[in-house]
């Protein structure tokens, strides 16, 4: 063949060696097909360990009561003793190291989240004790008057 | 070329081609699937139980470092009224991350509407999480490789191989897909995959005072997720679109999108 022909395919079979190169340093090795095939598990294999590294914020209940179960028996007796303590109390993230103490929403904002009266019939909301933010007591957090970990009237 | 040439070379090429397949491997994720037969995470919401406190989408946005003001999240609440004229109205006030204190019902453009209580017929909350399809629309079209499916089923974005193109948002039926405002990759609900893989619960399930939403392992007979997925009414969203999700919803009503 003449040169006219095989100069220009110097250049592109230089182009494609130099882009085999690129790949073979740029893409980590364990890149490629894994457990669910090409089509759903093409990718970094190292990524879903990355993913279970990432740090945890909220712990549990149990782990709170490892330190303050004084508090234990007082939310047994009210019904709030479904709600997690992370809910109101926040995060517990490296406590009590780090942060030395949590801070708590005590927000009326908090309280209505579930206790603003609303028409739900077909859903749990109706059967919790609702109020209408605007007519009781109004500028007035609710802990000024209801304990937040037995919140029943009769205790208070 | 004479007549034998040509025959000659075609043989050896088509052999050759021949080798050069075979040297493939072909891989059926349903074989590789059956042989690890331990695991498959699913998730069990139960509408009936939420109470749209939006705690879990608090709780899921602070686990997440998702910014809490910014309007996007993992997981969202939806509300339906349904009225006795047989209209449905739904609405999620920043997906529900404060709860629903409000009986306005935001229409968007038309402005808040009030539906008097003697109207109502139903009304029910909906929460809502990527349904980690079997099928996952979301990674099909990823053009390099940065969200993909694990072989336990949790649908995953690679944060340091997504080139931003926004494919995979587009994709999602469900819209559980957002651009994450800090980040500046696409992003999406991970199971919690820190959480579960340690013999944790996620976020979301965990902060759920009602015990509305549940994780599980679907294979596990025992698992108190797979015996209700086995034994009870359950329904997945947008079954038509043949995504399989590991999504399970009881008591969902055929309102709901």
């Known amino acids: 063949m003449k040169g006219h022909v095989w100069r220009p395919l110097f250049v592109v079979i230089g182009i494609v060696v130099l882009i085999l ?38 712990k549990d209940t149990a782990y709170c009561n490892e330190c303050h179960d004084d508090k234990t028996a007082e939310r047994e007796k009210g019904g709030h003793v479904i709600i997690p303590c992370e809910n109101c109390h926040g995060p517990a993230l490296n406590h009590p190291e780090e942060p030395e103490k949590l ?24 059967d919790i004790p609702g109020i209408d933010p605007k007519l009781h ?20 | 070329m004479k007549r034998r040439d040509f025959l000659k070379s075609t043989a050896v090429f088509v052999s050759g081609a021949a080798i050069s397949v075979s040297a493939l491997e072909f891989i059926d994720p349903r074989e590789v699937l059956a042989a690890k037969p331990d695991l498959r995470w699913g998730f069990l919401v139960d509408t009936h139980k939420c109470v749209g406190c939006g705690f879990c989408v608090k709780a899921c946005k602070t686990e ?14 939806e509300r339906y009224i349904i009225t006795e004229s047989g209209e449905t109205f739904s609405d999620s006030p920043k997906g529900a991350l404060n709860g629903f204190t409000s009986k306005l019902i935001d229409q968007n453009e038309s402005g808040m509407k009030l539906v008097p209580d003697r109207d109502v017929t139903q009304a029910f909350f909906v929460p809502k999480l990527c349904n980690h399809c079997s099928n996952p629309p ?37 819209g559980v897909r957002f651009f994450h405002p800090v980040v500046h990759t696409a992003d999406k609900c991970t199971f919690c995959y820190h959480r579960i893989s340690k013999g944790g619960n996620t ?49 969902l009503d055929k309102e709901v999108r």
Not at chain 2, 66 to 75: F, Q
């Open chain 1, 21 to 58: 190169l690129f790949r073979a340093f740029y893409v980590p090795d364990d890149f490629g097909v894994q457990d669910r095939g090409y089509t759903f598990g093409f990718h970094r294999l190292g990524n879903e360990q990355d993913w279970k590294e990432y740090p945890a914020k909220y």
């Open chain 2, 203 to 251: 976020a979301c399930a965990q902060a759920c005072p009602f015990g509305a939403r549940m994780i599980g392992n679907l294979k596990d007979p025992n698992d108190p997720v797979a015996k209700t997925v086995l034994t009870q009414r359950v329904a997945i969203l947008r079954e038509e679109f043949g995504t399989n999700p590991n999504v399970y919803y009881l008591g």
């Open chain 1, 137 to 156: 007591n109004e500028g007035l957090e609710c802990v000024e008057c209801h304990n937040p970990h037995n919140p029943s009237l009769e205790d208070m």
């Open chain 2, 138 to 174: 979301c990674v099909q079209v990823c053009p390099v490789g940065a969200t993909y499916s694990t072989a336990d089923g949790v649908v995953l974005v690679d944060r340091t191989w997504c080139i931003g193109c926004g494919y995979c948002i587009m994709g999602c039926p469900y």
């Open chain 2, 64 to 77: 997440n470092d998702i910014p809490l003001d910014a309007n996007v999240t993992r997981t969202w609440v």
């Open chain 1, 103 to 126: 801070a708590i929403d005590r927000s009326r904002s908090l309280c209505i989240r579930c206790h603003s009266q609303l028409y739900m019939p077909s859903s749990g909301r109706n």
